[in-house]
Structures are given as C-alpha cells and as structure tokens.
C-alpha cells in the first residue's frame, strides 16, 4: 500500500499525561511526527490534537484506533488532505537594512500576501499563512537575502465533513 | 454499563469525614470491595501501611518477596475471580519492579490496580531519594495511569481507577501517590465511578451486523470457530456453549481462551497457535468462514498473515474496535461484549451438525495422536515426558484442578494436555511470555479461590526468576501445589536452537539447584521423581494434600515441543516433527 500524507485529528480531554501515551503510540510504530499541534477545539474543556503523518492508510487506520482506544481520547479522525482545510503559519526574521537595499523583497511580500508584523531598527519580521509549499516558496525567494531566523507551525485544519464531537459526549453521557 | 458495585453498609459512601489521605486510600479499597491485596512497603509509601496495620481485620496484605511477584499473584488472583487484583509499592525500585506485571496484565486484558507511593510534591523532579518518574515508565503498559499530588483527589481517582481496570476490555492502571497526599487531611467521601465521559467501553452491537453474521454462518459449508480469553472476560461461557451447540461448528481456542468450554466436548477441537492440535491449525487454511469470538489474531496464533485464512470469510466478534482490521483483515466485525453478541446470534442462526466437516477434525486428531500425542502421553521411551506429568495431574485432579504456568516447553505442553472442567482454570502469561509468572500467579490464584486444587506447573528455568515467593507460600501455609517439570534447560530455546541454529546451545544449559531441598528450606513439603514408577504415587499424593506440596520431576533433557508451526510459516505448514 502506498504512503500518503494523513491529518489525525484527536478530540480529548485535556490531561496533563495525554500527550505522552499518544506520541508512545506513534514511537512503538517507528512512525514519525511530520507535525503537531495542540490546541482547544470548538467544544469547552476539549483539546484537539492535529498530527501529520505520512505513512499507509492501513498504519493510519491502526493508529488512530490506538489512539481513540486512550481512555482520554473522545474521538479520533483521519483524513487526506483533500478532506480537509489546512494550513501552517511560518514566521521570518530579516535584517531591516534589507527592507530598503533590496527592493525584490517588498515585491515578495506582496506577491505572497504576507504580513509585516513588526519592524524595528535591526529586524523586521514577516508572517505567512498557507499551504506547506508556499510557505516553502517564500522561504526560497528570501533565502539569498539572509534569514536571521524562521520557524514554522505545525499543520492545523478542519474537516470538510461535520464532526458531531458534542453529540457523541452527551450520548457517551447517556449511556 | 458496569458499575461498581457498592457494599451495602459501607460507611464511606455520601457522610463526610475527616481522615488522611492515606486512611481514605484503605477506606477506597474496601468500598471497591477489596480484601486482599499484594505488595511490598518502602519509605514513600509508609503512611498507607501504617493504616494497612491498623484495618488489618477488614484488609488482608500479603508481604510478596519482591514487588514482581506482588502484580503476578494480583493477576492470578485476578484471573481466577473475575474481580480487580491490586498490588502495592513504594517509589523508586518498588515501582519499577512492577512494570513486567503492568505490561503482562497490559496484553493479556487483566484488571488490576497498582498503587505506588511516590516523593512528596515539593521533591517530584529534584532527583530525590527513590524518586522516578512511574507516571512515564509505565504509560505504554497502563490502561490509564494517574499521579495524585493533593490527597482531595484522591476519592475520584480511586474510584476511576476500578471502574477502568475492569470496564469493556480489562486492563490495569497505575496510580501513584506524592507522599504528601498520604499525610494531609480532607473531608472524605466516596462514590463509585459510573463511567468517563470520554470513554465507551462496550460498544453497542449493531442489530444489521448481527443479522449480516448469521446469514454467513447459515450459509457456510465449513465454519469454524476460534475464541479467545473475551469469551471468558465477558462472562459468554454458556453462550458459546449453546451457540457452539446449536450450529454444530467446530471450535478451537487461544491459549487464553482455554477453558471457557469443557476440554472433552464433543465440539471443541483444540487449540490453535504455534505449538497448537494439528487440525485446528491446517483446517484454518481450509473453512469457508471463520468466526473468531473474543481474541485478538496474535501472531502465535496466525503464523504468517499473508497466508492466514485467505479463503475465508471472516466474522470478527470483538469488545476493542482497535482489534478490528488490526491483523487480519475481516469481512465483518460484530463490535460488542461476547455475551450480548453471541447471544443475540444465537436465535438467528440454524441447527447443523456439518458432520462432514467436523470428521475432518476427527481424522486430522488421529494423525496428530499417532505421531506426537500417543508419544508425549503414553511413552514408552525411558525418559520421563512432560506429557505424561500433565496426564497424571489430569487424572489425580479429576481435570478440576486450576492449572498455572510459565512460559516455556511445560507451558506448551501443560495447555495441550490439561483438562478442564470449568471456567478460568488456565492461568498462563501468554501475550508478555513472563518467566517468572507461574509461582507468584499461583498463590493469588489458589487464595482466589481457596476451595479449587491450584498446581502451578513450572520449568525450572523461569520458577528460579521468582522462586523467592516460596517465602509466601511458608509463611502463610498456602496449599499451592508445586510441579517444576526440570529438564536442566531452558528447553524452549533450546529447541529453537536446535532445530534452527544448529545445536548452538548458547546459555540455554542450567546446572541447577537441588529444588528438593530449597523448598524443604522453606518447610514446604518436597519430593523428587526421576522414574515413571514413582509418577503416579508422587502426584496423587501431591493431589491428595492439604498443604503447599512441591514435587520436582527430572524429565528428559531434549524433548521437543511439536505439533510447531516455525515462526513466520504458514498455519498449514505446523510440523509434527
């Protein structure tokens, strides 16, 4: 079976030893994190972890059954990319000086709709929302004028299908 | 869904008192209905035992020799009741000393509650004396796993504790407690867990699925049963049976599931697996359905999964959902507790017999009795054979007995030749394969339930990893029955190196002790047999006694274990010889 990007969406508790039993999870299986993030979800007192893997479909479907097997886990997805909406956040940090030298670096900022978030005598530093490749695009063009530093977040994105999370904890609640 | 069940009088529940964290440790237990319980005291977790002396009518604590054996007997004790075992230790090497029982409990679904004292809360992460992080250590071995800082806390996670040890598939947790929680004082009071909102432990069966299941078990030619400990967990004996009974389905077991149907009936065929009966492995490659109730398609039981019932349909009854598809890929999946699936199949599948199919069974017995089970049963070699001790135990016992073991060529040999007449009588490690488990597991086993024959059988290579619980065993005059089959080896490598790593016997020869007199150390009752003649009388009288008895049988030195299916072949290639 083919390796593919996958996008686990985990809805849980929020547990201070959670996110250990999950990563065990994927450490047992020799598979690596491409990404994660963790966050509040759309429901009070749940967290949703977002984790990126590529791997087969047949490992993702066992891994998220693991997962949704922890007693904290509420419920757990897996979804392809093209099920769901998602998108990472990079942050660059370049030498103001640049900003006037090099003229080509205010037409890459336009050219990728990224935000000057703050400019200060030494740096500036410049925010990009979107899809892994562009961040990566714009990462490139800058390159030659020097990066003092860049980071990027983990991948974070919603279903296309509706997830009925809320439904499900009054039904387990019922029971 | 299951609930705790509450003692009727029981002070605890709803009036309000004052006591430490360590009391209300003691007053949680006993509301679980806890009355016995494994463990070993260390500075960290003191204050607890201060009160263990004090509720010592009500609580009865037995002193294992090494925390080790405090989870095997939680564990024995656990899988002959049914009910939650609970062990206990202080921090540091206490703690760590539990996780082979955690991670033994952990895969073969035991409900057992662990509690470890830890460092009080101003310490945790300073490198204090004994302290380690057991939360970390035992995640990937815990069902769940909790540290308790402030003894206000105490009360619902005890509670939680037991209610996920032994709801849906069972499995045991961990709770450790900061030093601190023991001392302080709180208003306690206490209520069962009911359930965890963010867990489902039985999923509802599905009334489609269960009619989609009988339909292919109406209209298979060749159906064949396979089942696994959640028959037993799930309490489903009696509706195996009838099932078993009202579709005329041939039906084979997992170590695990020994027991759950009588040995000698007529529709149980054996036991599948590496060292498994010849038919049940062979005429898995050849049914047209299989229906695997309560077990998970371990690999010792599958042999290579490329090969494994591909011309089958397959219905998987199952409590997990993360077993379905996990293994082996199946055409259904019967989500649900055993008892309530099989017994909404029952009225919707047809009477057979499949007389035919079944005689397949019969034939492929008898070649497999002509070639390994006369042979290992009936010798006529001048060595004696683990067989023929089994056999004899079979007989003295009247197949009543609950018979324990350890992991090895005696543990193969004990679950092909022990009878049984009733249900969680096979007490085995089986997932872990934990040298070391049978003597400890036997004492919780034989105190769960005082009234049964307990032999644990043992080769004597892994009863010398936890033969210090014989101290447990003197001390508290418990009526275990002994049996180390002793072959000098360890046998089960030993075969393996034979037959394929040319007889290189790299540390696999044990000179050993004199066990005869090791036990009589301990004031144990204690015989050696080394010729068949003796047999019979030795283990009568074993039978026969009132009290611990240990009875060593040298049996031949190089005796292979077969049928065997060699690791990564295929279940119809198992070897005879």
């Known amino acids: 079976m083919e390796k593919q990007w996958f996008t686990i969406s985990v809805y849980s508790e929020n547990n201070v030893g959670l996110l250990n039993r999950i990563s065990g999870i994927f450490l047992k299986r020799h598979i690596n994190i491409e990404s994660l993030n963790v966050s509040k979800s759309e429901i009070d007192e749940v967290s949703k972890f977002t984790i990126v893997v590529y791997t087969t479909e047949t490992w993702v479907h066992n891994i998220v059954g693991q997962i949704e097997k922890q007693i904290e886990v509420i419920r757990a997805f897996y979804h392809t990319d093209e099920e769901t909406i998602y998108q990472e956040s990079a942050l660059f940090k370049i030498a103001s000086n640049l900003l006037f030298d090099e003229r080509q670096i205010q037409n890459i900022i336009k050219d990728h709709n990224s935000q000057i978030v703050t400019v200060a005598r030494e740096f500036f530093v410049l925010a990009k929302t979107g899809r892994r490749n562009e961040i990566n695009e714009m990462y490139e063009q800058l390159k030659p004028f020097g990066i003092m530093q860049f980071v990027r977040s983990g991948r974070i994105s919603v279903s296309k299908e509706v997830m009925q999370i809320t439904a499900l904890l009054n039904e387990f609640q019922e029971q | 869904m299951e609930t705790v069940k509450e003692k009727e009088n029981s002070p605890q529940k709803s009036t309000a008192l004052k006591i430490t964290g360590a009391e209300a440790i003691i007053h949680c237990l006993l509301a679980e209905g806890v009355d016995l319980l494994y463990g070993y005291p260390g500075g960290a977790i003191m204050p607890v035992y201060d009160e263990l002396y004090k509720f010592q009518d009500k609580l009865t604590h037995i002193l294992t020799r090494h925390e080790q054996g405090a989870t095997h007997a939680a564990q024995g004790y656990a899988r002959v009741t049914g009910k939650v075992g609970v062990a206990m230790a202080t921090s540091g090497p206490g703690a760590t000393n539990l996780v082979t029982g955690l991670a033994d409990a952990q895969i073969d679904s035991t409900p057992m509650v662990c509690i470890t004292g830890q460092v009080p809360r101003h310490l945790l992460g300073s490198d204090a004396f004994q302290e380690t992080d057991i939360i970390g250590i035992s995640t990937p071995v815990t069902k769940w796993n909790y540290q308790i800082t402030k003894a206000s806390e105490i009360a619902e996670i005890m509670a939680k504790a037991f209610y996920i040890a032994k709801a849906g598939r069972p499995g045991p947790v961990l709770i450790d407690i900061t030093k601190n929680a023991q001392f302080e004082e709180f208003e306690f009071s206490y209520e069962p867990c009911k359930g965890v909102r963010s867990y489902n432990p039985v999923p509802k069966p599905d009334t489609k699925t269960i009619a989609a299941a009988a339909e292919l078990i109406n209209s298979a030619k060749r159906p064949y049963i396979i089942w696994g400990q959640g028959v037993i967990l799930g309490k489903a004996e009696t509706q195996l049976k009838a099932f078993v009974e ?129 042979n290992d049963i009936h010798p006529t070699k001048k060595g004696l054979t683990m067989g023929e001790v089994i056999e004899e135990i079979n007989l003295a016992s009247k197949n009543k007995a609950v018979i324990v073991t350890d992991v090895g060529q005696h543990q193969m040999i004990a679950c092909r030749y022990a009878k049984f007449k009733q249900s969680k009588s096979n007490i085995t490690s089986g997932g872990l394969g934990t040298m070391g488990f049978a003597l400890p597991a036997a004492i919780g086993a034989k105190m769960g339930a005082m009234e049964r024959e307990v032999v644990a059988v043992i080769g004597d290579g892994g009863y010398q990893m936890t033969i210090q619980e014989l101290g447990v065993i003197f001390q508290h005059q418990i009526p275990v029955k002994i049996v180390v089959l002793n072959n000098d080896h360890l046998g089960m490598v030993r075969q393996w190196q034979e037959l394929f790593f040319d007889k290189r016997y790299a540390s696999t020869v044990m000179v050993n002790p004199d066990f005869v007199k090791i036990a009589e150390g301990y004031h144990i009752e204690a015989k050696r047999v080394s010729e068949r003649k003796d047999l019979k009388a030795r283990v009568q009288e074993m039978i026969a006694s009132d009290k611990p008895y240990f009875l060593e049988v040298k049996v031949e030195k190089e005796d292979n274990v077969f049928p065997m299916i060699p690791s990564g072949a295929s279940v119809s290639d198992i070897r005879l010889k």
């Not at chain 2, 695990?256 to 490659?285: E, F, I, K, Q, R």
């Open chain 2, 246 to 374: 009202k579709t005329g389905i041939p039906a084979a077991w997992t170590i695990l599931g020994a027991s759950a149907l009588d040995t000698d009936h007529p529709l149980n065929v054996g036991m599948v697996g590496m060292h498994g009966n010849y038919g049940p492995n062979v005429l898995t490659n050849e049914c047209d359905l299989l229906i695997a109730i309560g077990m998970r398609f371990d690999d010792r039981v599958t042999g290579n999964l490329d090969t494994y019932a591909k011309q089958a349909k397959i219905i998987h009854l199952e409590i997990d959902p993360a077993e379905i598809n996990k293994n082996v890929k199946v055409d259904l999946a019967v989500l649900g507790d055993s008892k309530e699936t099989l017994g909404l199949l029952l009225p919707l599948v047809n009477e057979n017999t499949h007389v035919a199919w079944h005689n397949e069974f019969k034939k492929k017995y008898k070649e497999e009795f002509e070639q390994v089970i006369k």
